[in-house]
């Protein structure tokens, strides 16, 4: 796509983006930095507050509540949300969840949710996402990946193999769309202090540890993400397909 200036490049002026998760840190900062770029905004949560945490995002921000474990419940808030927003350009999969505890004594119950939750309902997105897309012969994934898609972490055995998942489920996506006008992208946070990880941050100890091992010398917050997600909603990620983009204050470097 030709641009004639640094604001075209990176603009999301107009653009209809649909964010999951968009009632957690990670998934609500992205989508109010959606709305503060000019983009129009759909949220999905499980909270009964999505819609009043939607009108905090900014205006016009529809909320729609539905628990995506539920393929059916999924299926009819990704509807909902692209008719309201009469379309679809960019998509941004930032919800999910962790289940701490040893692989010996993770259940079956503990398993299956993680991998419902965390990798099958973004697969489950995606391909709603796809005939929009690709009828029109663009549009924008954007994944949200782990630094467990790097390593394997510690007693998150179900969290991590569904992160790993969500990586190469990117980029296996990358392959069929790419040619088609569609990229397919993840970033993957690093410790960012979000409730998903509140047990780590809040013990001195492991906090301590971590920072140490960070070259940026902090932790990251939510907001931290935002300029790589409008990189890659934006005309400046045209030719860039399949990526797992660390956001993580240096954390792999090291």
Known sequence: MAVNSSSELFGIVGARALVTGGTGAIGGAIARGFVAAGARVAIVGRSDKTRTIAASLGDGVLGITADLTDFQALSSAFGEATAALGGLDVLVTAHGSARVQSATDYSQEFWDEMLTLNLTSVFQLCRLAAPIMLGQGRGKIITIASMLSFSGGLMVSGYAASKGGVAQLTKALA??????????????????KTRLNKHIWSDPVRHDQILARLPAGRWGNPED??????????P???YVHGIVLPVDGGWLAR
């Open 175 to 192: 392959n069929e769309w790419s040619g088609l006008g569609v990229n397919v992208n993840a970033i993957a946070p690093g410790y960012i």
């Open 225 to 234: 993400l935002v300029g790589a997600a409008i990189f890659l909603a934006s």
């Open 236 to 238: 400046a990620s045209d």
